[in-house]
C-alpha cells in the first residue's frame, strides 16, 4: 500500500491523481499506524515552512515520519521540511537530511522569486531517475531552495546551482513537483514506487 501524508499543506489531490494515472490506489491519512505499515509514504507540499512544521509537531507527525524506515518521498516543502532549517519563518525542521533552506536572493533584474516553470535536471544519481539517459525538463515553484550537498542526487540552476533532490538512506526528495513533470516526472514516480 503506498500512503501519503495528509497534513496542512496543498498539493496532496495533485499527488493522488498523479499515482491514480499510473495506476495506483493511495491511501491519504494522517493515521500513524497506517502511515507505519505502509509499503511506501509520499510526504507532498505546497505550504510554508513555519506554519505546516508547527502543525507536524502539533500532531506529532513529524516524529512518526522521521522514524519511518520504508522507502519515502517528499516533494516541495516535504523535501524542505526533511532539512534540518529554513529561513522560511526561521523553522526547526525534521533534520533527516543534514542541511538548511535557503531563500533566493536576486542577483539581477531578470531573476524573478520565485523559481517557477520548467528547468533541467542536471548530473542525476540513483534509481530514482532509473532510465534518464539525458538532462530532463521538470517543474519547479519556490523562493526557498537547498544548497548542493552530500544528499544531492539532481542538481538545477536558478541564479546558483542547488538541489533538486536529495537522499539518504531510506529517504529521497525533490524540489520539483513530479506530479506537474508530464512523461518525466511520472517515470520518477514510478522509479520510487518500484524502488
Not at 18 to 45: H, N, S
Not at 86 to 98: L, P
Request: aromatic share 10%; glycine share 6%; charged share 25%.
Amino acid at each position: 500500500m503506498i500512503a501519503v501524508v495528509k497534513y496542512n499543506a496543498g498539493n496532496i489531490r495533485s499527488v493522488d491523481y498523479a499515482l491514480k494515472r499510473l495506476g495506483v490506489e493511495a491511501m491519504i491519512t494522517a493515521d500513524k499506524k497506517e502511515l507505519m505499515a505502509a509499503d511506501k509514504v509520499i510526504f507532498p507540499g505546497v505550504g510554508e515552512a513555519e506554519t505546516t512544521m508547527n502543525h507536524l509537531r502539533e500532531t506529532g507527525l513529524d516524529e512518526v515520519i522521521k522514524n519511518l524506515c520504508q522507502p519515502v518521498f517528499g516533494i516541495c516543502v516535504g523535501m524542505q521540511l526533511m532539512c534540518r532549517h529554513s529561513e522560511e519563518g526561521n523553522a526547526d525542521c525534521m533534520g533527516i537530511f543534514d542541511v538548511d533552506v535557503k531563500r533566493f536572493i536576486p542577483e539581477n533584474q531578470s531573476d524573478k522569486v520565485p523559481h517557477m516553470g520548467w528547468n533541467t535536471l542536471l548530473d542525476t544519481k540513483t534509481n530514482l531517475f532509473k532510465g534518464f539517459t539525458r538532462e530532463e525538463f521538470v517543474y519547479f515553484v519556490h523562493s526557498y531552495y537547498v544548497p548542493s550537498n552530500e544528499y544531492t542526487i539532481a542538481d538545477t540552476n536558478y541564479i546558483l546551482p542547488f538541489s533538486a533532490a536529495l537522499h539518504k538512506d531510506n529517504f529521497y526528495a525533490t524540489q520539483f513537483h513530479p506530479e506537474k513533470s508530464g512523461a518525466v516526472g511520472e517515470r520518477i514516480l514510478r522509479n520510487f514506487l518500484e524502488l
